[in-house]
C-alpha cells in the first residue's frame, strides 16, 4: 500500500472505531500509532508515541486547562455561583419571559467563571427550573432556556476548547478569548431575542411576575455576586490589562477562587477534595483526547493526507463562504454524535490547512470552531447538555421534551453561524483593538 493509502484506510478506521462507541483518545492513538508503523516502521512509530505525550502534556500553555478548571470546581463546589441567578432575577423578571432571560444571564455570568457548559447547565437548572416551575412557566421554555444557555461556557472565557484550539493551532489564547467574548455575547443576544418573540406571541409559557425585590433581598443578593464580580474582574482584567498571560491567569483564578471560598467559610475539606479531584479526572480525559489528536496529525502529514485534501479543495477552487458552510455543516453532523472536544481535534489536522488556503483568519476560524461545535451540545441523539439538565431535574423532564424546546434555541444559533460569517468583525473587533 502506498502511504496515501496507508492513511485513507486510517481515517475510514478511525470514523468506523469511533462510530462504534470506542472511546475518541484510545481510538486516536492506536490507529495513528499503527498507521506511522506501516507507512514509517516500528522504530518511527515508538519514537512518536514515545515523545509525544511529554513534549504535549509539557506545553506550558497547556497547563492553563487544569488551573481553569480547578478555579470552576472550586467556585461550583464552593457555592461562589449561587447568587448569579438571583441577581439577574433581580434585573429581568418583570420582563416578558424575564426568569428565562435571566437564566441566560446567569449562565453568562457562570460560563465566565467555570468555563464549562455541562456544570452551567447542571449547576443553574437546580435553581433557574425550579424557580421558573414556580412562576407557572413552560417546561420546555424553561429547560430548552437552560440546555442552549450552558454552551455560551464554551465562548466566554476562560473556555477550555479555545485553549485547546490555541495549542493546536499555535496561536494567541488571550486573542481567542477577546474573539468568543463577541460571538459569546451575540449568543446571549439571540436567546434572549427566542425568548421575547415566543412570551410575546403566546403570554401564557411564561406568565409575567408581579414580585418585587425588598432592599434587604437586595442586599443579600449584592452580597452573593461580590465574589463572582471579584474573581471576574481579577482574572479577565488583569489577562486582558496585560498584568500576566492566559496561562498565568489560569493559576491566578485557581488561587483567588480558592482565597474567596476560603474566606466566605464555603471551602471545606469536601469541597476542595472533590475539586481536586474532579480537575484531575477531566484533565486525564481531555489530554488523552488531546495526545490522540496531535498523533493523528502527525499520521496525516507523514502519508500525505493533509495535502492531498488541499490539494482537493484548491483544484475545486471552492470559495471561503462555501468551505465555511461546508464545515458548519460537517461540525453539525459530528456533533450529533460525539462531544465537543473530540469533534474538533478530530477535525482540525484537516481543516486548518484549509483555512491557511482559503486566507480565513485563524483567530476567527477558532472562535467560529468553538461556537459550532457547542452547537453540538445541545442537538439530538447526544445533546450532552440535555440528558445532564434532564437528570439534574428528574422525571418531569425526559429528553425528549428538552430537545423539544431547545430547537428555538438551535435555530437562533444558526443565526448567530451565519451572521458570524457574513460580519467578521463581530468576533474579531475586539482582538483587533487590543492588539
Given amino acids: ?66 488551573m481553569f478548571l480547578l478555579m470552576g470546581f472550586i ?46 447547565a447542571a449547576a443553574m437548572g437546580k435553581i433557574a427550573v425550579p424557580e421558573m416551575m414556580r412562576h407557572k412557566y413552560d417546561m420546555k421554555l424553561a429547560t430548552g432556556t437552560l440546555a442552549a444557555a450552558g454552551t455560551i461556557g464554551a465562548l466566554i472565557p476562560p473556555s477550555i476548547p479555545l485553549i485547546i484550539y490555541g495549542v493546536i493551532a499555535q496561536v494567541s489564547i488571550t486573542k481567542l478569548f477577546l474573539g468568543g467574548i463577541g460571538v459569546g455575547l451575540a449568543t446571549a443576544l439571540s436567546y434572549v431575542i427566542v425568548i421575547l418573540i415566543r412570551t410575546w406571541l403566546n403570554p401564557s409559557l411564561a406568565p409575567r411576575s408581579t414580585e418585587r425585590a425588598t432592599l434587604r433581598e437586595q442586599i443579600t443578593v449584592a452580597k452573593e455576586v461580590w465574589p463572582v464580580i471579584l474573581l471576574i474582574i481579577g482574572v479577565l482584567g488583569g489577562l486582558f490589562g496585560g498584568l500576566f498571560t492566559s496561562t498565568e491567569a489560569g493559576a491566578v483564578g485557581a488561587l483567588l477562587a480558592f482565597v474567596i471560598a476560603w474566606a466566605k467559610g464555603t471551602l471545606t475539606r469536601e469541597a476542595l477534595t472533590r475539586s481536586v479531584v474532579e480537575t484531575l479526572v477531566t484533565c486525564a480525559s ?110 418531569s423532564a425526559p429528553t425528549d421534551l428538552i430537545f423539544r424546546g431547545v430547537m428555538w434555541f438551535f435555530v437562533a444559533d444558526l443565526v448567530v453561524v451565519a451572521l458570524v460569517i457574513a460580519v467578521p468583525g463581530i468576533i474579531m473587533f475586539l482582538p483587533r483593538y487590543f492588539s
Avoid at 448569579?84 to 416578558?96: N, T
Avoid at 441566560?104 to 455541562?118: D, E, H, L, Q
Wanted: glycine share 10%; hydrophobic share 60%; aromatic share 10%.
Fill in 75 to 120: 467556585c461550583y463546589h464552593g457555592k461562589l455561583t449561587n447568587g448569579l441567578f438571583d441577581a439577574a432575577k433581580l434585573w429581568f423578571q418583570r420582563l416578558p419571559g424575564g426568569l428565562a432571560i435571566a437564566s441566560v444571564f446567569g449562565c453568562s455570568g457562570f460560563s465566565a467563571i467555570t468555563g464549562s457548559s455541562v456544570a452551567c
Fill in 286 to 395: 481531555v489530554f488523552i483526547v488531546v495526545i490522540g489528536a496531535s498523533m493523528l496529525t502527525s499520521f496525516l502529514t507523514l502519508t500525505g493526507i493533509a495535502g492531498a485534501i488541499s490539494e482537493a479543495a484548491q483544484a475545486l477552487n471552492t470559495s471561503p463562504v462555501m468551505l465555511l458552510v461546508a464545515i458548519t455543516l460537517v461540525y453539525l453532523f459530528l456533533g450529533m454524535f460525539l462531544e465537543p472536544i473530540g469533534a474538533m481535534l478530530i477535525t482540525l489536522p484537516i481543516f486548518l490547512p484549509l483555512i491557511g488556503m482559503a486566507k480565513i483568519d485563524i483567530i476567527w476560524f477558532g472562535v467560529f470552531v468553538a461556537k459550532l461545535v457547542e452547537i453540538g451540545m445541545i442537538t439530538p441523539p447526544v445533546g450532552l447538555n440535555v440528558f445532564v439538565l434532564s437528570s439534574t431535574i428528574g422525571k
Fill in 1 to 66: 500500500m502506498s502511504d496515501l493509502q496507508i492513511g485513507i484506510a486510517g481515517l475510514v478506521a478511525v470514523i468506523t472505531l469511533i462510530a462504534l462507541r470506542l472511546p475518541i483518545g484510545i481510538t486516536l492513538i492506536a490507529v495513528s500509532y499503527l498507521g506511522i508503523w506501516a507507512s514509517g516502521g516500528h522504530l518511527a512509530a515508538w519514537g512518536m508515541l514515545s515523545v509525544m505525550p511529554h513534549t504535549l502534556i509539557a506545553s506550558w500553555t497547556l497547563s492553563a486547562v487544569p
